[in-house]
């Protein structure tokens, strides 16, 4: 059965601290990885990723992808209140479905 | 471009009743995607369809659940009977064909089952 996990499942910073989320996945005939962003309201897109070592940057977020360790980590530096969240990754086969984590709960304290 | 749009925003009922939520996908966008998002998980896919196809049922409850898109354009998701355990967000999501990696998701329809 194809899933994606994510760690940690929470994690509190404060302001300008650095942070790490990691993403993990088995997905059968895999095509591309995705990080979402969510607050109170529907996901928002951040990034896909199809290739492995190709860094996509926007701002202070960045994210890679590791198709031989089947993994991806989202990057955020210098965060700010504004970037507490809800971070969601999710995979998808050739179906074009989207198979989400648990996603990561980040809350950034001022 | 107008995004996804969801109704009822909002939807409160007890138990054992009935309850639809409708989606309007963006224009032109051939797939669409019900998924379930219980509070503190993510989002988990109900159904998928491909123009008025489906593609995925496999995770929908189809005992209580249905959903239909008749002229493969918008789509309505119905709950009868509703359990405590349906309580949740009910996002609705399209994309430009079946592999096209992005999707783009609506507000969501909030249900709570009393």
């Known amino acids: 059965e194809d899933k994606v996990v994510q760690s940690p499942l929470s994690l509190v910073v404060h302001e300008g601290d650095t942070v790490t989320l990691n993403c993990s996945y088995e997905v059968t005939n895999f095509r591309s990885l995705l990080w979402y962003k969510q607050e109170k309201k529907a996901p928002t897109f951040l990034f896909m990723l199809?290739?492995?070592?190709i860094e996509k940057k926007s701002g202070r977020l960045s994210s890679i992808l590791d198709k031989k360790e089947l993994f991806s980590i989202l990057n955020i530096t210098a965060t700010q209140t504004g970037d507490s969240a809800i971070y969601l990754c999710a995979c998808t086969g050739n179906t074009g479905k989207l198979i989400f984590g648990q996603g990561t709960t980040l809350q950034v304290k001022p | 471009e107008a995004g996804v749009a969801q109704s009822p925003r909002y939807k409160i009922i007890e138990k054992r009743q009935s309850v639809a939520f409708w989606c309007n996908p963006i224009s032109g966008h051939a797939t669409l995607y019900w998924y379930q998002q219980i509070l503190g998980q993510g989002p988990k896919l109900l159904i998928q369809?491909?123009?008025?196809?489906?593609?995925?049922d496999s995770q929908l409850p189809k005992d209580r659940f249905s959903a239909e898109r008749l002229k493969g354009v918008d789509s309505t998701l119905k709950i009868q009977p509703a359990k405590l355990e349906d309580s949740a967000v009910y996002l609705c999501?399209?994309?430009?064909?079946?592999?096209?990696?992005?999707?783009?998701f609506g507000e969501g329809s909030r249900l709570t089952v009393l």
């Open positions: 369809f491909q123009n008025n196809g489906v593609v995925d």
């Open positions: 199809t290739s492995s070592g």
């Open positions: 999501a399209s994309s430009l064909d079946r592999g096209a990696g992005e999707l783009f």
